[in-house]
């Protein structure tokens, strides 16, 4: 079974910086894409930044140009550095990737556990 694992959330001031990890294990046959996402309280789930294999970003509007979404593909890793933070993003940051597990599957989404991102003063 695909795995994914988030590390990096916490309590950071306004302006602050975070590093969100998220790293893929398990038995893959390729990933498509990677892609963060997250919750605030009350609120639906959204898309923060997917990144294809092809090199694609895309971002959510209220994240462009603080945000900026990579990858490790040699690690089945990937990475969502976050500058400028504002109590706005304060969420639950979520992982997927856009996987197939192997040759005789189709692709399919798989979700990390979340990391709690908490932009206070």
């Known amino acids: 079974q695909v795995q994914l694992v988030e590390s990096g959330g916490g309590l950071v001031q306004p302006g602050g910086s975070l590093r969100l990890s998220c790293a893929v294990s398990?038995?893959?046959?390729?990933?498509?894409?990677m892609g963060w996402y997250r919750q605030a309280p009350g609120k639906e789930r959204e898309l923060v930044a997917r990144?294809?294999?092809?090199?694609?970003?895309n971002y959510a509007d209220s994240v462009k140009g603080r945000f900026t979404i990579s990858r490790d593909n040699a690690k089945n890793t990937a990475f969502l550095q976050m500058n400028t933070l504002k109590p706005e993003d304060t969420a639950v940051y979520y992982c997927?990737?856009?996987?197939?597990?192997?040759?005789?599957?189709?692709?399919?989404?798989?979700w990390g556990q979340g990391t709690q991102v908490t932009i206070s003063s």
């Open positions: 997927k990737a856009e996987a197939q597990p192997s040759r005789w599957e189709r692709i399919g989404d798989y």
């Open positions: 990144a294809t294999g092809d090199g694609s970003t």
């Open positions: 398990g038995r893959i046959f390729s990933i498509n894409a």
